[in-house]
């Protein structure tokens, strides 16, 4: 099941929060589960942080 529009904002909103944290408390990488609402939730994101695309998944 994909996310809905407000599940894609709320992504991009913690995305901003994190990218506005001081470099040093910023994660430098994010992990997400490979289920493909987890994962597009951690895209979404990283698209405010800043990390460069760094998203990992974890194994199946």
Not at 3 to 21: C, K, M, N, Y
Not at 35 to 41: D, E, G, I, L, Q
Not at 53 to 60: I, L, N
């Amino acid at each position: 099941m994909p996310l809905s529009s407000s599940g894609e904002h709320q992504a991009r909103a913690v995305g901003r929060h994190l990218g506005d944290l001081d470099a040093r408390q910023r994660p430098e990488v994010v992990l997400t589960s490979p289920y493909v609402r987890a994962a597009r939730t951690a895209a979404l994101a990283v698209e405010g942080l800043g990390v460069g695309g760094r998203v990992r998944r974890a194994p199946a």
